[in-house]
């Protein structure tokens, strides 16, 4: 009972959050159109590049069309997930909290600092990008030739989650790592051009970079393996690989947060 009220809880907040974020997004209409139409826009761009490809070649990394689109459309949905909710909150908004001395405040109140300064600001513009994505899924299960059983959209959707898990993870590190620099954000937009290497199947990348983005900052978490889940290219021990690789960077940057959370000595001292 106690974990279904404190679940209701923050969920309540989330949804207040949410609510602030929107009425602060649409009080300029102007902009917010101009936002919805280039977020939309954005997402497809991403569709229209590969379709470019494909005019000149038939498989690309020994993807063809409808696989690419496959992996492109989980690679925009990751994109909503993480840009919506948390990503910009820990690299940019969080930073600019500790600076103007205001994440003092957070720490008096009766909710977990970590959860409201990676969900204080929803990103509505980035909501806007669903509609694509929503048409992208239809279009994949419709007309893309693929057939999925339950059990592999269940494991798709393990990883995706684990995806997210890793990733946010790699943010809280960057969120922490904020106490002892002044200005952190230049690591945030190096994440993001990091994040963009997900959009491609890794197997386009060889050599070293391909390692890095297999093992050392395995940005196929993000795209490449739940595409492969789905079309049974996975290897059963890089499914092993990328589950313990996710936990660890996740649970382990909690503890990293609550270091640098007991260690910060507030901007008043």
Known sequence: MKFFRKFFKYLHVFQVMAKVSLMVNISSRGTFFIGVFAKMLRAILVVVFFQAIFFHVK??????FNEILLLTTIYLTFEVIVIITFHRNLAYWFPDLLLR??????????ISPLFFVSFRIIDWFDVTSL????????YVFTQGGF???AFDFTLFLLFLFLGVMFYFGLMIFLAGVAFWTVNPQGVGRLMERVFMAAKYPVSAFTGHVRTVLLFILPVSLFATLPAEILLHRSDPWYLI??????CAVFFGSL????FAIKHYSS???
């Open 255 to 258: 503890l990293f947060w609550k």
């Open 101 to 110: 001395g205001e994440f003092d405040l957070t720490l008096i109140r009766p």
């Open 241 to 246: 690989f990328a589950f313990v690789i996710a």
């Open 59 to 64: 498989s690309f990394a020994g993807w063809d």
């Open 147 to 149: 057939v999925f059983t």
């Open 267 to 269: 901007a008043s001292n």
């Open 131 to 138: 509609p694509p994505v929503i048409f992208l899924w239809w």
